[in-house]
Protein backbone atom coordinates (compact mmCIF):
# COMPACT_ATOMS: atom_id res chain seq x y z
CA UNK A 1 0.00 0.00 0.00
CA UNK A 2 1.71 3.59 -1.09
CA UNK A 3 1.42 5.70 1.72
CA UNK A 4 2.64 9.38 2.07
CA UNK A 5 3.03 11.52 5.42
CA UNK A 6 3.85 15.62 5.16
CA UNK A 7 5.48 16.90 7.92
CA UNK A 8 7.46 20.74 8.55
CA UNK A 9 4.02 22.61 8.25
CA UNK A 10 4.66 25.94 11.20
CA UNK A 11 4.10 29.39 11.61
CA UNK A 12 5.91 31.46 9.35
CA UNK A 13 6.59 35.39 9.43
CA UNK A 14 6.44 37.18 5.81
CA UNK A 15 9.41 36.38 3.88
CA UNK A 16 10.00 33.98 6.22
CA UNK A 17 11.22 30.30 4.75
CA UNK A 18 9.77 26.87 5.59
CA UNK A 19 10.79 22.97 3.72
CA UNK A 20 7.77 20.53 4.14
CA UNK A 21 9.01 16.98 3.93
CA UNK A 22 6.71 13.99 2.36
CA UNK A 23 8.24 10.62 3.17
CA UNK A 24 6.65 7.78 0.81
CA UNK A 25 6.61 4.21 1.21
CA UNK A 26 4.89 1.03 -0.58
CA UNK A 27 6.63 0.76 -3.66
CA UNK A 28 9.32 1.70 -6.06
CA UNK A 29 9.41 5.80 -5.36
CA UNK A 30 12.39 6.60 -8.05
CA UNK A 31 9.11 5.89 -11.08
CA UNK A 32 6.82 7.98 -9.11
CA UNK A 33 5.60 11.52 -10.22
CA UNK A 34 5.37 13.34 -7.24
CA UNK A 35 3.48 16.47 -6.72
CA UNK A 36 2.60 19.45 -3.56
CA UNK A 37 -0.81 20.91 -3.88
CA UNK A 38 -2.74 23.49 -1.08
CA UNK A 39 -5.65 24.31 -0.17
CA UNK A 40 -6.17 27.67 1.40
CA UNK A 41 -9.50 27.78 3.70
CA UNK A 42 -12.41 28.22 2.08
CA UNK A 43 -11.05 27.56 -1.83
CA UNK A 44 -10.49 24.75 -3.98
CA UNK A 45 -7.61 22.78 -3.47
CA UNK A 46 -4.41 24.28 -6.28
CA UNK A 47 -1.84 22.40 -7.78
CA UNK A 48 1.63 23.99 -6.82
CA UNK A 49 4.37 21.61 -7.84
CA UNK A 50 5.72 18.68 -9.83
CA UNK A 51 8.73 16.63 -9.54
CA UNK A 52 9.05 13.82 -12.38
CA UNK A 53 10.17 11.14 -12.34
CA UNK A 54 13.69 11.87 -14.18
CA UNK A 55 14.20 15.14 -12.00
CA UNK A 56 12.45 17.52 -14.13
CA UNK A 57 10.14 20.31 -12.51
CA UNK A 58 7.41 22.25 -12.83
CA UNK A 59 5.36 25.29 -10.42
CA UNK A 60 2.42 26.79 -10.54
CA UNK A 61 3.25 30.71 -11.48
CA UNK A 62 2.72 32.53 -7.96
CA UNK A 63 5.29 30.05 -6.32
CA UNK A 64 7.92 30.54 -9.50
CA UNK A 65 11.10 31.60 -8.10
CA UNK A 66 9.86 31.42 -4.56
CA UNK A 67 9.76 27.62 -4.03
CA UNK A 68 11.57 24.65 -4.88
CA UNK A 69 10.50 20.84 -5.25
CA UNK A 70 13.23 18.17 -5.16
CA UNK A 71 13.36 14.48 -4.61
CA UNK A 72 16.16 12.14 -2.72
CA UNK A 73 15.43 8.58 -4.37
CA UNK A 74 17.64 7.01 -1.61
CA UNK A 75 15.62 7.85 1.21
CA UNK A 76 11.97 7.97 -0.42
CA UNK A 77 11.61 12.16 0.05
CA UNK A 78 10.00 14.53 -1.43
CA UNK A 79 10.37 18.59 -0.52
CA UNK A 80 9.21 21.69 -0.81
CA UNK A 81 11.46 24.44 -0.06
CA UNK A 82 9.61 27.77 0.16
CA UNK A 83 11.06 30.97 0.70
CA UNK A 84 9.81 34.70 0.73
CA UNK A 85 6.54 33.24 2.05
CA UNK A 86 3.54 35.47 1.49
CA UNK A 87 0.36 35.37 3.33
CA UNK A 88 -1.67 33.63 0.38
CA UNK A 89 1.23 30.90 0.94
CA UNK A 90 -0.77 29.78 3.62
CA UNK A 91 -2.87 26.49 3.11
CA UNK A 92 -3.03 22.73 4.30
CA UNK A 93 0.01 21.62 1.72
CA UNK A 94 -0.71 18.00 0.63
CA UNK A 95 2.24 15.44 -1.02
CA UNK A 96 0.77 13.76 -3.83
CA UNK A 97 2.54 10.37 -5.76
CA UNK A 98 1.36 9.50 -9.25
CA UNK A 99 1.63 6.13 -10.15
CA UNK A 100 3.16 4.71 -14.16
CA UNK A 101 0.16 3.75 -14.74
CA UNK A 102 -1.76 6.62 -13.35
CA UNK A 103 -3.22 5.76 -10.18
CA UNK A 104 -2.75 9.20 -7.15
CA UNK A 105 -1.85 8.97 -4.07
CA UNK A 106 -2.44 11.66 -1.33
CA UNK A 107 -0.99 12.23 2.17
CA UNK A 108 -2.71 13.49 4.98
CA UNK A 109 -1.56 17.53 4.69
CA UNK A 110 0.39 19.86 6.96
CA UNK A 111 -0.70 23.29 7.69
CA UNK A 112 1.39 26.20 6.69
CA UNK A 113 0.38 29.87 8.12
CA UNK A 114 2.16 32.80 7.36
CA UNK A 115 1.65 35.43 9.28
CA UNK A 116 3.09 38.44 11.51
Known amino acids: QVQLVESGGNLVQPGGSLRLSCAAS????????MNWYRQAPGKQREWVAD???????DYVDSVKGRFTISRDNAKNMVYLQMNSMKAEDTAVYYC??????????WGQGTQVTVSS
Open 26 to 33: GGNFAYWT
Open 96 to 105: SARMPWGTVY
Open 51 to 57: IFSGGNT
